[in-house]
């Protein structure tokens, strides 16, 4: 049987899920979460051999609990499942570990196969968001221009957001004023938009 830790934040969904793949002979969902801050714990205590992730989780984001468990489970292979199709959340799942990346409107018999695929060692990719991924370019963002934005999503201050990830006010301006450049916009909420469009942040 292939072991499976489901991670969805919808409950409707996690359960349909869950039971569409307990359908499958040869899979066993054996745990399930509804927040990022719990798959790493979950899988320690369960050992699945396959994660099942979705990108948008409370706490910790799909994508950062996939490089989780890259360095904690590394026997556990992790399939991205999520409803935001973008390039830059697919180039971030690679650079995370994850095996593969799917879009959930696809039908439950392609996620088994992929949930088999993966475990044999293989990269399950959609093919659509493959071929718009090579088209996107890298993500022109730095890592702490990235953050910068992620602090300032909820209309913090220039303030808030120096005191928050330990920086100066003028460093916090200038990642800021760079991350704007680079995403062509006007202001840092447009910045943010356009980098959650892409799927940077």
């Given amino acids: 049987m292939i072991r499976v830790l489901l991670a969805e934040d919808q409950g409707m969904m996690r359960g349909a899920l869950a039971l569409l793949l307990g359908m499958e002979t ?26 099942l992730l979705d990108i948008e989780l409370p706490g910790r984001s799909g994508l950062d609990a ?9 026997d556990c292979r992790v399939l ?17 570990g994850a095996a593969g990346f799917l879009v959930k409107d696809g039908p439950v018999e392609e996620l088994a196969e992929a949930i088999r695929a993966v475990l044999r060692g293989e990269v399950v990719v959609d093919p659509a968001l493959a071929a718009a991924a090579l088209g996107a370019g890298p993500n022109p963002l730095t890592a702490r221009e990235a953050d910068v934005l992620r602090a300032s999503v909820d209309g913090a201050t220039v303030a808030d957001i120096s005191a928050a990830l330990h920086l100066s006010e003028s460093t916090v301006r200038n990642y800021l004023s760079a991350a704007i450049g680079k995403t062509g916009t006007r202001n840092r909420m447009e910045a943010v938009r356009v980098a959650r469009r892409e799927g940077w942040l």
């Fill in 26 to 51: 040869d899979i066993e969902v054996v745990a399930q979460v509804a927040a990022g801050d719990d798959i790493v714990h979950t899988a320690l205590t369960s050992r699945p051999d396959v994660a």
């Fill in 66 to 74: 996939a490089a989780d468990l890259r360095e904690e489970c590394p």
């Fill in 80 to 96: 991205i499942l999520t409803t935001f199709g973008r390039p830059g959340y697919l180039r971030r799942a690679m650079d995370a």
